[in-house]
């Protein structure tokens, strides 16, 4: 039997991913005592492995495919194919900065501030380009964790990843500058991608994880409406693309069916129901695959 050898993020991107490929109809089972969890599907073996190092170990072959970022692509300079972009991250469906960030009070307002300075970083090698670019010699260490109390005392300035910037805001620091934005990949060894039945396998697993990504924030509404009130109806809803609009067993009335950003719910439905809308169901969705 052919089997995909996919590797999932272990670490800060672990639940969210689990939870995202429950909802593209994946059972995925971790036992804390396991680095291979167990799938419902016997066409996919899984392994958890750091997000840091999960291109690394595609670009050699041990895995098929894998999740991790932009990021750490371009910071292990890995030569795999990347087969589609999964826009989430911990807390949030969107993308991440790595910031280069100082301590409030820093007289720093710049890159350009840091020359011949000690900067603290997780990504050493994106980094050290950045500085590069910018025409400023500064030591990049490595950190190996707690990058945000390191300034002022063991650093000068950090790069560090951040989602909403609250962390950095809570340990004293301002971000100066953006280095990189990234977001989550799904990506492929090349001999994988060439694999007829592996590329298929990859290709089935991109189509449900971005239909779950596309309904994320999503809802489906249901409601019966009078022919004569339709345009009324119409107006108030907003729509992926256009609301289905069926017939009924009485020619009077028609079912309309649309998605809507379920935090516009509370707003709409209101409307609806003063536009002589009826038998409104809201409904959660698992995917959207457009």
Same mark, same amino acid.
């Given at each position: 039997?052919?089997?995909?050898?996919?590797?999932?993020?272990?670490? /800060?991107?672990?639940?969210? /991913?689990?939870?995202?490929? *429950?909802?593209?109809?994946?059972?995925?089972?971790?036992?804390? *005592?396991?680095?291979?969890?167990?799938?419902?599907?016997?066409?996919?073996?899984?392994?958890?492995? *750091?997000?840091? #190092?999960?291109?690394?170990?595609? #670009?050699?072959?041990?895995?098929?495919?894998?999740?991790?970022?932009?990021? !750490?692509?371009?910071?292990?300079?890995?030569?795999?194919?990347?087969?589609a972009d999964l826009v989430y991250a911990k807390q949030t469906f969107g993308k991440v900065r790595w910031v280069l960030a100082v301590p409030e009070r820093s007289p720093f307002q710049s890159v350009k501030d840091l020359e011949g300075k000690i900067v603290a970083t997780e990504l050493v090698g994106v980094t050290k380009q950045y500085l590069a670019k910018s025409g400023v010699r500064a030591k990049v260490e490595f950190s190996w964790g707690a990058t945000e109390v390191k300034p002022p005392v063991l650093a000068d300035a950090i790069v560090e990843v951040t989602e909403t910037g609250s962390s950095l805001r809570a340990n004293g620091l301002r971000i100066i500058e953006t280095v990189l934005e990234s977001n989550t990949k799904l990506i492929a060894n090349r001999a994988a991608w060439e694999d007829v039945w592996k590329r298929q396998k990859i290709e089935t697993l991109v189509m449900l994880l971005q239909g779950a990504i596309e309904a994320a924030g999503k809802v489906g509404l249901m409601l019966n409406v009078r022919r004569a009130d339709l345009e009324r109806v119409l107006s108030v809803l907003p729509a992926l693309k256009r609301p289905t609009? /069926?017939?009924? /067993?009485?020619?009077? !009335?028609?079912?309309?069916?649309?998605?809507?950003?379920e935090k516009t719910v509370r707003e709409i439905i209101p409307r609806l129901k003063a536009a002589n809308a009826q038998g409104i169901v809201e409904y959660p969705l698992n995917k959207i695959v457009v």
């Amino acid at each position: 039997m052919s089997l995909l050898k996919l590797g999932l993020p272990k670490g /800060s991107l672990q639940d969210a /991913s689990l939870q995202l490929f *429950r909802r593209a109809g994946y059972e995925i089972t971790v036992n804390p *005592r396991s680095y291979f969890p167990s799938v419902d599907d016997e066409e996919i073996e899984c392994m958890l492995i *750091r997000a840091q #190092e999960m291109a690394r170990y595609v #670009e050699d072959g041990v895995l098929d495919a894998g999740l991790t970022g932009k990021d !750490w692509i371009l910071e292990n300079e890995a030569q795999v194919i990347e087969a589609a972009d999964l826009v989430y991250a911990k807390q949030t469906f969107g993308k991440v900065r790595w910031v280069l960030a100082v301590p409030e009070r820093s007289p720093f307002q710049s890159v350009k501030d840091l020359e011949g300075k000690i900067v603290a970083t997780e990504l050493v090698g994106v980094t050290k380009q950045y500085l590069a670019k910018s025409g400023v010699r500064a030591k990049v260490e490595f950190s190996w964790g707690a990058t945000e109390v390191k300034p002022p005392v063991l650093a000068d300035a950090i790069v560090e990843v951040t989602e909403t910037g609250s962390s950095l805001r809570a340990n004293g620091l301002r971000i100066i500058e953006t280095v990189l934005e990234s977001n989550t990949k799904l990506i492929a060894n090349r001999a994988a991608w060439e694999d007829v039945w592996k590329r298929q396998k990859i290709e089935t697993l991109v189509m449900l994880l971005q239909g779950a990504i596309e309904a994320a924030g999503k809802v489906g509404l249901m409601l019966n409406v009078r022919r004569a009130d339709l345009e009324r109806v119409l107006s108030v809803l907003p729509a992926l693309k256009r609301p289905t609009i /069926s017939t009924l /067993s009485d020619p009077d !009335w028609v079912a309309v069916n649309t998605v809507i950003e379920e935090k516009t719910v509370r707003e709409i439905i209101p409307r609806l129901k003063a536009a002589n809308a009826q038998g409104i169901v809201e409904y959660p969705l698992n995917k959207i695959v457009v």
